[in-house]
């Protein structure tokens, strides 16, 4: 038997991106097992390819084809986004993927903040000109562009790429005070 290796860290971080955690909630059964499906067979040579013209397409056509895929109650396009963009940050966080498919790592100030609850409060109590969080489940494209700008403008102000504002909102929530008081430039 050959060890694939690119093949098991695609599986593996299909299986990080998308977890109980990740698609929690009512009406979500079943959302696990279809991403994790879905995003074994994105054509990540595709990706690699993308331009910055061309990134959002690839991006907007990926969340359409996965909606598809997700079970029925479960169809909803912040949900198929946000597991999407977590999925593309872990593949982009590798260096075994990024040396296997060349040019993916380029697309690193191009990959959108994955959005949830807390990335989006967060997003606005960090004072972003951006609506009251309205959930994942009735988060839809143009709500998604007014999130994404908000984390452009507070990542390009800290010399960030935006999805790593991630970090700081969500998976440092320990420190989310000291680090929302040094965005805000209190110390």
């Known amino acids: 038997m050959e060890y694939d290796l690119i093949g098991d860290l695609r599986s593996r971080a299909a299986r990080l991106a998308v977890n109980a955690s990740t698609a929690r909630g ?21 990706m ?18 996965m909606l598809a895929k997700l079970p029925e109650g479960a ?28 040019g993916i790592a380029e697309l690193e100030s ?26 994942v489940k009735a988060l839809g494209h143009k709500e998604s562009t007014q999130y994404q700008s908000a984390a452009s403008n507070i990542a390009l102000a800290h010399g960030i790429a935006r999805v790593h504002l991630d970090a700081a909102l969500w998976g440092n929530r320990e420190a989310h005070t000291l680090k929302t008081n040094e965005l805000h430039g209190n110390r």
């Open 26 to 46: 009512k009406g979500n059964k079943g959302v696990v097992e279809a991403a994790r499906k879905y995003f074994v067979c994105i054509d990540l040579h595709e």
């Open 110 to 135: 191009l990959l959108e903040l994955p959005l949830d609850s807390l990335t989006g409060k967060g997003l606005f109590n960090l004072g972003a000109s951006v609506p009251p969080w309205p959930g």
């Open 48 to 65: 690699a390819c993308c331009s910055v013209a061309t990134y959002s397409l690839f991006l907007d056509r990926h969340t359409d084809w």
């Open 75 to 102: 169809r909803r396009w912040g949900l198929a986004r946000k597991l999407i963009n977590i999925y593309l940050r872990d593949v982009v966080y590798s260096r075994h993927l990024c040396d296997h498919f060349c």
